[in-house]
């Protein structure tokens, strides 16, 4: 068995995979990609963010279908096993199967980096044909014409995963980038020995090759084809299991649904589904614990160089979206973005496929609470972001502020960021006060829950804040109102009842010890000026 050709790692990854406590089966995938195989010639590119599962499922579509081992007893447990052709299919194959995210010892050097792969697949080629001269000074493609033209039965299925991995290493240059797109097209491209190709990356195809490169290719991304949506990411029901079963397994469990959903849910698939970011929920029902387990990477600093640069005011919807805010984006041909992202939707589109925005119905936004920490954490070190800098800075003091009773600084803070003209600050509606106040309360996420529109006692509540990390901090219930008066915010507050949601249900402990604040917050858009009043409903709640 080879590195590459009809390799065992597959397997053996695949084995591990299935025995993981937390694994979701998705085997349902081969039934889309067992008729492909059967009936030849198609090249399918799947690009998801990373953390979304694709090495998990290149590892499983391989360990089905190559030669290398009898697979059955993985396979036989899971969905697929009730497939009608699946014992047809099962390990009938020979499989070339390239993680490109494998670098070699020391690697300094595209030259070094392509001359490993060719040479571990022609030392493959040859182990496993030994009855064949091979020249080794030949490229793998003609050594594999050979083979198919000698006997027309030698075919194979083709998994090749992250293969976009080498356009975000430093040492390879544009002219090498180049060299490595025709590297894959005299690989793959109306070759007579390929059943099937089954490819992954990050980014679109189109985002580095102008197209006759690899236009053998069909993409499917996670926003805009709806085929092979529900094989990555988890789905509300598939995150519902694994939390009965984290249950079962954990003697002191601290996880919620409901934080599992506030954290790592909010992605959307083509076909308008949301999922869960999976390697975060497995973390945290892993861990017990839930908390960022994002892990930035190279594409982060690429995008974030176009926000500090504000293209097409890029930073201004980002403040947005921060605030919770969804911005309309063209992403209808985004899979065309350009080398140089030089328009918003460009940028945008970028950053949904990275999966640092979800995008549906003609909008982006920040999906989740892992996601927010992060930009939230980015608008508070950066200067360069001008007035969504400085705001976020005045969110700690308004926070204590609040805290405090202090409602004359909570009034100056909010005066400050009406004088930086912020462009948010047209104050049409309260939509528009809402965006702001969620900027000038953005440090509080650090300790609180923050809700909008939350349901609570007789109606909806614009803002309410749960404390996370400390359970007898004080409880904070904030009403917004344009040319009203905060009393009239504070007396909503009250007769809606907006307070009973902290005090649990009857019969139960109240999960809260802390005072119940009522803040009223309004703008008077004759006057321009702000006004706000705090009123403690309850001094404590033991």
């Not at 090498?176 to 690989?187: D, G, N, T, V």
């Not at 954290?263 to 029902?285: F, I, K, M, Q």
């Not at 927010?372 to 980015?378: P, R, T």
């Not at 904070?476 to 809606?496: C, G, H, N, T, Y």
């Amino acid at each position: 068995m080879g590195i590459y050709l009809n390799s065992k790692r597959a397997y053996n990854l695949c084995k591990t995979d299935t025995e993981q406590p937390y694994f979701v089966d998705k085997s349902q995938i081969l039934e889309e990609i067992i008729p492909l195989v059967a009936n030849g010639g198609s090249q399918i590119c799947i690009t998801r963010p990373r953390r979304f599962g694709k090495t998990v499922m290149a590892n499983m579509i391989s360990s089905y279908f190559s030669l290398a081992c009898d697979a059955d007893d993985i396979f036989k447990k899971l969905k697929i096993s009730k497939y009608v052709d699946y014992r047809k299919h099962l390990n009938q194959y020979r499989v070339i199967h390239i993680s490109f995210n494998d670098l070699p010892r020391r690697c300094n050097s595209y030259r070094e980096y392509i001359d490993r792969i060719e040479r571990l697949l022609i030392k493959d080629i040859k182990e496993a044909y030994p009855d064949m001269e091979v020249d080794e000074n030949e490229a793998v493609w003609d050594i594999l014409l050979s083979l198919n033209d000698r006997d027309d039965t030698i075919k194979f299925i083709f998994i090749l995963d992250e293969w976009d991995y080498i356009f975000h290493q430093s040492f390879v240059t544009e002219g090498e980038k180049k060299e490595y797109l025709s590297f894959l097209r005299s690989l793959l491209k109306d070759m007579p020995y390929v059943i099937f190709t089954y490819m992954t990356g990050i980014l679109p195809i189109a985002k580095y090759s102008s197209g006759s490169e690899l236009n053998m290719f069909v993409e499917f991304t996670m926003a805009k084809s709806p085929s092979f949506s529900d094989s990555f990411g988890f789905t509300e029901a598939e995150v519902s299991v694994l939390y009965e079963r984290y249950l079962h397994r954990c003697e002191e469990p601290s996880v919620t649904m409901d934080s599992l959903r506030a954290w790592y849910n909010g992605y959307h698939t083509a076909s308008g589904e949301r999922v869960y970011n999976p390697r975060s929920v497995v973390l945290a029902l892993s861990y017990n614990h839930v908390e960022n387990y994002w892990t930035s990477a190279g594409p982060y600093d690429e995008i974030y160089y176009y926000i500090e640069h504000n293209v097409d005011d890029v930073r201004d919807d980002l403040a947005l979206m921060v605030s919770g805010v969804s911005v309309p984006t063209k992403i209808r041909e985004y899979a065309a973005t350009s080398m140089d992202l030089l328009t918003r939707d460009e940028i945008f589109s970028a950053m949904v496929v990275y999966g640092f925005l979800s995008y549906k119905d003609g909008k982006t936004e920040i999906p989740n609470k892992e996601l927010m920490e992060k930009f939230a954490d980015m608008l508070q070190k950066e200067p360069s972001l001008g007035y969504v800098y400085r705001l976020a800075k005045e969110s700690e003091r308004m926070l204590r502020a609040t805290i405090a009773g202090d409602t004359k600084t909570m009034a100056e803070i909010l005066e400050l960021a009406h004088d930086t003209e912020v462009p948010l600050l047209s104050y049409n509606n309260e939509v528009e006060l809402t965006a702001v106040v969620n900027l000038v309360y953005l440090s509080a996420r650090d300790t609180y829950r923050i809700e909008r529109e939350d349901k609570a006692g007789r109606g909806y509540v614009d803002f309410i804040f749960y404390p996370e990390t400390d359970k007898t901090a004080d409880c904070i219930i904030l009403e917004l109102k344009v040319d009203s008066a905060p009393d009239v915010a504070i007396q909503q507050i009250k007769e809606k009842k907006y307070a009973l949601k902290f005090k649990g249900k009857i019969g139960e402990e109240p999960r809260y010890s802390g005072r119940i604040l009522a803040v009223g917050i309004s703008y008077d858009r004759e006057r321009k000026e702000h006004s706000c009043k705090i009123e403690i409903l309850t001094e404590t709640m033991e």
